[in-house]
């Protein structure tokens, strides 16, 4: 029997590393169980860096064929080295996944590569790729294992043809026509990347609007700049099958509501309808752990699941599957074990959808706001406006503010526009100390910069922006 630890954590991803690392920190003698060869979870891996390495890298190229010329550089059409943008994308994966590892190092983590499973309370099995499984000790668990792509019943993903964003990530040709399933934050952000780079890009969805659950005036407006980049949607409709011919894929669509079907021609589809809770192989079951209805492990107070000793946090309980609600969690689960008190306030947790422009969100909706029967005001400011955004050719989107109505506290704000994924956090800091739009309108934002608009769209909320 090997050591016996204080925590042993089940993944790396965010919410196990920072876990680890937090836990560490408070003193607690820890060790963390990876079935990757790499550690950092699908974040890292393939998912959020190596996302945004393409679309940062997309979004160059593009802005080098179609708005140099505007700020008067000649630069001639540019060239697309595919090869090239991948291995920017490994190297960046490669530097975030070992830097993961100096700091496991740094902090004095124990690191077990293999399959880890709960054995019974205090009890984890370390199965490696190869060699001898062993079992170690410890007084808590903490199970981050993630999540893992939602499959389309009777279409096989072979991450080649049909591919989930795994696949989306490593094509190794731009596709003439990629059909994405989903209008939610997967197909946009991967849609823009392959349609940046020359595909036609079709995007199939269930509802009848992108990014559901997003404030419906985000939902409208985004979807108009979407096509005018040159996205095609087919909204209200379903995917019900994909024939495979030689390079080519028949793609059948039909209405939500069933009716006729049509016929898509392209080469590669791109399954993002959501992901599931990853518990494959890590003996929930057998340990007595209850799960939810949705397949999550179920949690109650402090991360605890209902078996002492084991906790959860991350993709693989409920909430939104998001690194940085991950990353909290981990903080807050390690404090707690520490005898301190972690907590993670769900209510200013921000969201941000890293295509051209962002979109960037926190709190809550007008369609929230109305079914909950809370009277608020609204205040709204265009980049159109706004001198920074002249300046940089950034000019697409707006602010908005949702303030109640007779306390002007801040309840939600919604941004659509270029680095709104950086702005969104000064209106975090708000909402989490409670502000109102007034508090935002009286603070001095430095200027030009975007961030005036945020300023401005507060000071909507009381019909008194100094620029529109
Ligand atoms: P994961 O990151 O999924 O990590 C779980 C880890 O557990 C994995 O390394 C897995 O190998 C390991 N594991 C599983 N089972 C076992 C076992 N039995 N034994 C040992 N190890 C095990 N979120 C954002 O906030 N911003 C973004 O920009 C963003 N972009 C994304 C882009 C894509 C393409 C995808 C797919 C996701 C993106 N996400 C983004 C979501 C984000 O990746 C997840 O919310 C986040 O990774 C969840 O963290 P986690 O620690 O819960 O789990
Ligand atoms: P998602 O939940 O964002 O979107 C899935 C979309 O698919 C929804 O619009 C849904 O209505 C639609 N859909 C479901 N079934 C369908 C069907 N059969 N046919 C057509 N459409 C269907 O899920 P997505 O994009 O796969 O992302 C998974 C998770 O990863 C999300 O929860 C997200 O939070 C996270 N993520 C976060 C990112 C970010 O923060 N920037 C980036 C990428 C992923």
């Known amino acids: 029997m090997a050591d016996a630890y204080d925590l042993i954590v089940i993944g790396t991803g965010p919410g196990g590393y920072v876990c680890a690392i937090r836990a560490a920190q408070l003193g607690l003698k820890v060790a963390v169980v990876e079935k990757r060869e790499t550690y950092g979870g699908t974040c890292l891996n ?15 190229f593009d802005e080098a064929g179609h708005g140099f010329e505007k700020l008067g550089i000649k630069v001639g059409t540019p060239k697309l080295d595919l090869k090239g943008m991948m291995k920017h994308k490994d190297e960046v994966v490669e530097a975030n996944v070992s830097g993961v590892a100096f700091l496991f190092k740094k902090n004095k983590i124990d690191t077990y590569q293999g399959t880890g499973k709960v054995e019974g309370p205090g009890k984890v099995s370390v199965t490696p790729d190869k060699g001898k499984a062993q079992t170690l000790e410890t007084k808590a668990i903490v199970i981050a294992t993630g999540s893992a792509s939602a499959n389309l019943p009777g279409i096989e993903v072979d991450e080649k043809q049909i591919v989930s964003s795994t696949g989306g990530l490593e094509l190794t040709k731009v596709p003439d026509h990629l059909v994405v399933v989903g209008a939610g ?3 946009l952000e991967l849609g823009s990347v392959w349609r940046r780079l020359g595909a036609k890009v079709t995007v199939v969805e269930f509802l009848d609007t992108v990014l559901p659950g997003m404030d419906g005036e985000v939902r409208k407006q ?5 096509e005018k980049q040159g996205l095609e949607f087919k909204l209200s409709s379903k995917v019900t099958g994909v024939e495979k011919s030689g390079k080519k894929l028949k793609v059948s669509v039909e ?12 080469d ?3 399954v993002s309808i959501g992901r599931t809770p990853y518990t494959e192989g890590l003996g929930l079951k057998e340990a007595g752990v209850e799960m939810d209805e949705r397949g999550r492990v179920k949690t109650g107070d402090g991360f605890k699941t209902n078996v002492d000793g084991i906790y959860a946090i991350g993709d693989v309980i409920a909430g939104p599957m998001l690194a940085h609600k991950a990353e909290d969690e981990g903080i807050a689960v390690a404090e707690i074990l520490a005898g301190q008190h972690g907590h993670v ?3 200013t947790i921000p969201s941000v959808v890293y295509t051209h422009p962002e979109v960037a969100v926190v709190g809550k909706t007008e369609e929230q706001l109305k079914e909950a029967g809370i009277e608020y005001r609204a205040g709204k400011f265009p980049f159109t406006a706004n001198g920074r955004a002249r300046a940089m050719n950034a000019t697409e989107g707006f602010v908005k503010f949702l303030a109640d109505k007779k306390t002007d506290e801040v309840l939600g704000c919604h941004i659509v526009g270029v680095g709104a994924g950086e702005m969104i956090h000064e209106v975090c800091v708000l909402m989490e100390f409670k502000g109102a739009a007034e508090d935002l309108g009286r603070i001095c934002h430095a200027h030009p910069t975007m961030s005036e608009a945020v300023r401005e769209a507060s000071l909507a909320v009381d019909k008194r922006p100094i620029h529109m």
């Open 222 to 226: 985004f979807k108009r700049m979407l």
């Open 268 to 270: 590669i589809v791109l």
């Open 185 to 187: 934050v997967i197909g």
């Open 255 to 266: 209405p939500a509501k069933g009716g006729e079907a049509a016929t898509l021609d392209a």
């Open 345 to 347: 306030n769900y209510d």
């Open 46 to 60: 393939i998912g959020c860096i190596p996302s945004k390495a393409l679309l940062h890298a997309s979004e160059m």
